[in-house]
């Protein structure tokens, strides 16, 4: 679906690196469309959203498109992208990376791609965007946990908390789908042909957390989707 080559050759431009692989998510980020393919994160021309190939064959540019493998010690296959104010969070089974600038161009000279947390998450439940924080789920033990991570600076660690340590055996595993809504301080998790579902309330004032709580409903139907 992606443009043609117009300048050089397979060896001078060559094809993106998500050539021949099975794309699993679409996200735009700083006027570019972005790719994922396994551990492969592309972003096309800015503005020109269908073109991966360079600008020339000779010189570089700021206009070319950005092509960073993701690098850890356990494999980094991405299954989630979350488009936040400081960069673009990525998901793999274990670790969170930040694709970001440091710059106010973000260039493939500017890229810059790093490993921020490495905690478990689960593949099939997209993370969510809390305003100032992200919260994603892991599966791995007998109930679901819910982390909140917060990026304050580039050079700073992030800061973590698990939401559901004060209630570890509340959330079910089985969850599998999730909703938020910024202005009312709500997140929400539930599971498809369920009666079930847990909510996450909280209030912020400036930097503080004032308050946080967990509750459940428990609806006449079952839940088939759940959106704010």
Same mark, same amino acid.
């Given at each position: ?7 050089? +050759? ?16 679409? *996200? ?16 096309? =021309? ?5 073109? *991966? ?9 700021? #206009?070319?498109?950005? +092509? ?22 990525? *998901? ?10 440091? /710059? #106010? ?6 890229? =810059? ?8 998450? #689960? ?6 965007? %809390? ?9 791995? /033990? ?17 800061? %973590?908390?698990?939401?559901? =340590? ?27 042909? /369920? ?7 909280? *209030?912020?004032?400036?930097?503080? =957390?004032?308050? /946080? ?16």
């Amino acid at each position: 679906f992606w443009k043609t080559r117009g300048v050089g +050759d397979k060896d001078t431009n060559p094809f993106p690196s998500f050539y021949e692989k099975e794309i699993q998510q679409v *996200f735009f980020h700083r006027n570019r469309l972005g790719l994922i393919a396994d551990e492969q994160v592309v972003l096309s =021309r800015p503005g020109d959203y269908f073109n *991966f190939f360079i600008v020339s064959a000779i010189t570089t540019s700021d #206009d070319n498109p950005v +092509d960073i493998t993701v690098s850890d010690t356990k494999p980094a296959f991405i299954n989630h992208v979350l488009p936040i104010n400081k960069g673009v969070m990525l *998901f793999s089974d274990n670790g969170q990376h930040m694709l970001f600038t440091e /710059s #106010d161009l973000f260039t493939p000279k500017t890229a =810059r791609l790093k490993k921020v947390a490495s905690y478990e998450c #689960d593949a099939s439940i997209q993370p969510l965007d %809390m305003g100032s924080s992200v919260m994603f789920t892991s599966n791995v /033990s007998a109930y679901t946990r819910a982390y909140e991570a917060t990026i304050i600076d580039d050079d700073l660690p992030v800061k %973590m908390l698990e939401q559901t =340590r004060v209630v570890p055996e509340y959330v079910p595993k089985q969850v599998d789908t999730s909703a938020v809504s910024t202005s009312l301080g709500i997140v929400t998790f539930g599971t498809k042909n /369920s009666s079930d579902i847990y909510h996450f309330k909280f *209030f912020d004032s400036g930097e503080k =957390r004032e308050q /946080s709580s967990w509750y459940s409903w428990t609806l006449t139907g079952t839940l088939q989707h759940h959106l704010y």
